[in-house]
């Protein structure tokens, strides 16, 4: 059977958060990978795995699904040098991409005469919405 604890917050003995804030608001899933060479996933929650489809476009499968595919996800990534001529992001392929178990994202870049998909040495994103 399950049980229920029932508190206003919770401490590591430093940091004192609010149970609402854990519950509703922390991401439910998040991940850091370096996107160049052999891609590799840098530090991540909630992602048992990626897969890398093509230069600049990655499944991500979570450990513990989401209820449904309605939850958001966004994301940002960075190039290896100082860039400010072009817009980054990390986002769903097409409306499709995301689901209850994965999503499949790419890094875009935007730039005055160009864009396109490209792998990159940091890029990151968050997921909120309900767990399963």
Not at 24 to 43: F, V
Not at 72 to 80: E, M, R, T
């Amino acid at each position: 059977s399950m049980s229920t604890l029932s508190v206003s917050n919770i401490t590591d003995g430093t940091t004192t958060v609010g149970t609402s804030y854990v519950v509703n608001g922390a991401a439910k899933a998040w991940c850091c990978w370096n996107g160049t060479g052999t891609a590799e996933i840098r530090d991540s929650l909630n992602v048992s795995g990626f897969v890398d489809n093509n230069q600049g476009d990655y499944t991500f499968s979570y450990t513990s699904d989401f209820g449904s595919d309605d939850y958001q996800i966004g994301g940002q990534f960075a190039y290896s040098s100082v860039i400010t001529t072009y817009a980054y992001n990390v986002q769903p392929r097409e409306n499709s991409a995301v689901t209850a178990s994965s999503a499949r994202l790419i890094t875009v870049y935007v730039g005055s005469s160009t864009s396109g998909l490209a792998d990159y040495p940091y890029a990151a994103f968050n997921a909120h919405g309900d767990l399963a």
